[in-house]
């Protein structure tokens, strides 16, 4: 007889409840969920659960906590002052109480969003989340250790929460600090399914000292919808921007990154498309199959213009896209194509960003960026969290406010360090402790720019009433520098003692190859892992630990772009940026590896047992398989599982 899924609960009522309405039920009965992990296979079979309704709060204590039930949050779909876009998004229910346990849904300047009190309730957070959108979709606390069936990765962690039911969350929170809540569902993080989640305690709310809160959760958005420019369904609307639409990404494509290219690019990497025509892949030197580029007049030119010659690219493959000429740490800088350039190849993708949202608000459209008004002489702690899709910003502080960097991921650092450009990419946050200044009365803008690009988006801190002249523009004349390692290099983790290794305990090193990428497809060690809910393949390729691990990851960017790594359920401390060694290094969860053959080590202990998802953030990067898995041995014990003593890409020692 199957067992019921615990995970997929009856709101209101205990199991093994009946109801007259089980439409809902019927169909979870026939989910079987494959959801296999190296040789690890999951089988889930869902029996008959029953949805019930619970009857509506009485309005005298709609707004009063009650410990006994849990935070009623429901996922759903909205306009956004675009007729042909939707976005979604995640609310309290109407007439729901905002706080149950140590979770309340508040309001913080315009963003609405989940705060955790860790003193209250041991940190206890009870949440049903509702789906009120037409597919099936659930959240993740990135950032937060949970443990693994609470951790919001659909078809892996648990099924997704299917339209019209509701999955109940219920774990304990042990950090404090900036978080993010999202969508782990296909597009979803995309279209808007996305808000802040703070934890908050005592000690560090004393700590920071600031007078005021303010949160800028930034986000990209697609001018049309998501299906539209990511597999061209676009029905009878058009691919084109309504009339009038300014669309600035494009137009800055077009204008200043397709007329960008390095003349001395090896034609190994030039040769796939080109902004005015394709042209297919060949060398100068080698016997691969010769293209249209690569005629003896070509040859002589690049010849006699280039210095260095090309890497021999005899017998590549140039339709594999994990052939080793694609390994960008292959070629010099003078080798390479631009970013700039790649950027036009993928234009369709990229010039659909129209907009760059800050508390939902784009200075495209009526209304502008959002105005906080702060008070002159106090301190103002500012959460900056990255929730967009695949836009890296560069945050830039007015000099005036002295910023002082106070964390990142949520991990405190040690204080002293005063950045006014701070690198931002998705997944990630940072908290700055800035100054406001008592004299004159003033508007400071904080901006986030698209690093590599000039267009931005912002809010603006106030101290007096600001006319429309104090606007800052959606575009600036100075294009933003691409990501790097210096803003990581200056910053040490104020205690990473519970990231350490201890004698007595295993060491595990294993080798995290970003590969691929050219035709924009993306792996990692040149596995390619199709993440499409309900139902994941197996990982062939998962990096496997045993509870009490201290395990190291090498993460090597071979490919031409950044990815901002992500591991689940885990923090972790960088040991070494580009092979140099990192005395106190940052703890974090999310770490942005800039393009081209730049490298890190970071280590974690491994404490939470699960089969946890280590992916790229950058949503059309995990989309096309840029994603692995680390897995505990021994988690599944209930499940046939083939052993799993062979540690693939790792060496083991006990030092």
Known sequence: ?????????????????????????????????????????????????VVVSREKDDKSSSNRERRDEPLQLQL??????????TRLGIRLK??????????????MNGQAGLVVNRSKENGLVRIALENLIDQGTMIHWHGLDVPFHQDGVPGLTRPPIYPGETSLYEYNVSQTGTYFMHSHFEWHVQQGMGTFLIVVDNDDDKVAGADQEVVMFLEDMFSVSTMCVINKEC??????????????????????????????????????????????????????????????????????ECATECPDSTGANFSDTEDHIYDFCRYTPEQQPTLRWLHTRYSRMWHAYTHLLANNRSMLLEGGPQ???????????????????????????????RSEVYAV?????????????????????????????????????????WAGELNQTSMILTTT???????????IPVRAPLTSFDFEKKLSAQNDSFIRWQPG???????????????????????????TPPVLPPNPMPLVVEEGDYACMTIRNQGHVGHPLHLHGHSFRVVEIDGVPVANGTVRDTLQLPPRCHSAKVCFLADNPGAWLCHCHMLEHVEHGMATSVEYKDFCTTCSAKNLQDVPLASVSDK
């Open 76 to 85: 759903y779909n909205y306009s956004m002052q675009h007729p042909n876009v």
């Open 94 to 107: 109407d007439g729901a109480p905002n706080c149950s346990a140590s979770a309340c849904w508040v309001t």
């Open 235 to 304: 029905g009878n609307i058009p691919y084109n921007p309504p009339a009038g639409e300014l669309n600035y990404s494009y137009n800055f494509l077009m204008a200043n990154d397709g007329v960008t290219f390095n003349k001395c690019a090896c034609p190994t990497l030039r040769g796939l498309a080109t902004p005015t025509s394709p042209k297919q892949p060949c060398s100068c030197n080698g016997q691969p199959a010769v293209g249209s580029m690569c005629n003896a007049s070509f040859c002589k030119q690049y010849e006699a």
């Open 371 to 401: 105005q906080v008004p702060v008070k002159a002489g106090s301190q103002v702690r500012l959460r900056m969290i990255n929730g967009a899709a695949s836009v890296c910003f560069w945050m830039q502080i007015p000099d005036d406010l």
């Open 465 to 475: 009433d600001i006319t429309k002249a104090d606007m800052p523009s959606p575009t």
């Open 505 to 531: 305990r295993r060491k595990l090193e294993f080798d995290v190859n970003l590969t691929s990428g050219w035709v924009h497809e993306f792996s990692i060690n040149k596995n390619l892992w199709n993440l």
């Open 409 to 449: 991921d949520g991990v405190n650092v040690k204080r002293g360090v005063y950045e006014s450009s701070i690198p931002l990419c998705p997944g990630q946050r940072a908290d700055v402790i800035i100054n406001i200044p008592t004299t004159p009365a003033k508007a400071y803008p904080i901006l986030a720019q």
């Open 1 to 49: 007889m199957p067992k019921t899924n615990p995970y997929i609960q009856n709101l209101g009522s205990s199991p093994g409840s009946s109801s007259s309405d089980n439409s809902g039920a019927s169909k979870r009965s026939k989910i079987a969920l494959a959801a296999g992990f190296g040789a690890l296979v999951l089988v889930v079979v869902v029996a008959t659960a």
